[in-house]
């Protein structure tokens, strides 16, 4: 019981953590539409890409951070499922719903996670520390339109785990306000923050990409 309650607050506090990841991602990302030919976005990605501090301690700690969530969202509806078995079988309402939506959404993100670490990360990581390439400050921009423009499978992929990734966030985001114990007097207007910031994120991430499939 005791354990079970640590997992969930673990789980709470990873995930506000990536939801701090997906803010900056998207606040980077959004640079990508400035009118200045991919200038702002080139500088701050090949910043990122080049930060010791970004690549050797943040960059592991996101990862740490995206694997452990998924883990422990696993063992956790595991654990669910087999209380619900033995002791609340009869009470297998909303709560159980929620949770399915979680799963699934979440598996949506991972096998999103997979084809954008194939688009993006694995390239990167090959310039960088497979092939040894010299820095070029300039690809970042190119690189993000050529994997939008046109591309509509890719688009719509990406459109549709973002809607899914927007759910899972709200879902995941009110709960979380109750495994940290956040009181219920300050629930309604915790929601509503749930509901806005779900909403940027999906919203935000689907424009860029529906952005960059028009324009180039
Ligand atoms: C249109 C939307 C998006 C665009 C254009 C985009 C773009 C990028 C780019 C260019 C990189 C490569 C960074 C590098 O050079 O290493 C990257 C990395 C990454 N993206 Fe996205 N991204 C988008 C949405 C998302 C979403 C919704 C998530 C999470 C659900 C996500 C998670 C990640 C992660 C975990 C990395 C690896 C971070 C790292 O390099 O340390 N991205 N993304």
């Known amino acids: 019981m005791y354990s079970s309650i640590i997992k969930k607050v673990l789980m709470a506090l990873s995930g506000i953590f990536l939801m701090v990841f997906l803010l900056q991602h998207l606040a980077i990302n959004l640079t990508s539409l400035f009118p200045d030919d991919g200038n702002t976005f080139n500088k701050i990605s090949h910043f990122m890409g080049y930060n ?6 943040l960059q592991p700690i996101l990862i740490f951070g995206v694997f452990f969530h998924f883990i422990m969202g ?19 309402t909303r709560s159980s719903w929620v949770s399915k ?23 990167e990581m090959d310039y960088k ?8 400050s300039l690809k970042y921009f190119h690189e993000l339109q ?16 973002f809607i899914l990734l927007g759910l899972h966030l709200n879902h995941g985001l009110s709960s979380s306000f109750q495994s940290v114990g956040i ?17 940027i994120i999906s919203f ?4 860029i990409a529906i952005y960059h499939y028009f324009v180039h």
């Open 52 to 57: 010791p501090l970004v690549q050797f301690v």
């Open 74 to 92: 696993f063992v956790l509806e595991y654990q669910n499922r087999k209380a619900r078995i033995s002791k609340y079988i009869y009470h297998k």
């Open 101 to 123: 939506n979680m799963i699934l959404s979440g598996l949506v993100i991972l096998a999103f996670l997979a084809l954008h670490f194939y688009d993006f990360w694995i390239p």
């Open 129 to 136: 520390y497979i092939n040894f390439k010299q820095p070029d």
């Open 146 to 161: 050529e994997k939008f423009y046109g591309q509509t499978t890719r688009t719509t992929i990406y459109c549709i785990s």
């Open 183 to 199: 009181s219920n007097k300050k629930e309604k207007n915790l929601q509503r923050l749930a509901i806005i910031y779900s909403f």
């Open 204 to 207: 935000g991430f689907s424009f």
